[in-house]
């Protein structure tokens, strides 16, 4: 499975952006597939994830209400709706593609990652 990640760009705070994960190979649909950022200087971390079946969508607390993740599988595409943004979800986006068995937050668990798209969110 490869993934292409886009959508990223300069926003104010209290806008809103749209990302995008264009995902490659027959067996997408099959993948619980994760959104993780990396701001400048910090660790890589959970955003949000969706199962195969969507019938699963954990949140981090910090984005939770505020972002909203989906998928459409005939597409081969997962979508990170960002609304309310704020100065401190300025960061690298990525999605990743795997089948967690123990949490869906840790990076581990994922074995395949696009190459990130940059969000930036002025105050």
Known sequence: VQLQASGGGLVQAGGSLKLSCAGSGRTFSTYDM?????????EREFV??????????????SVKGRFTISRDNAKNMVYL???SLKPEDTAVYYCAAGRPRSSYSKLSEYTYWG?????????
Not at 34 to 42: L, T, V
Not at 53 to 61: H, K, L, Q, R, V
């Open 34 to 42: 994760g959104w993780f950022r990396q701001a400048p200087g910090k």
């Open 48 to 61: 949000a994830a969706i199962t195969w079946s969507e019938n699963n969508t954990p949140y981090a607390d």
């Open 81 to 83: 709706q960002m609304n």
């Open 115 to 123: 190459q990130g798209t940059l969000v930036t969110v002025s105050s």
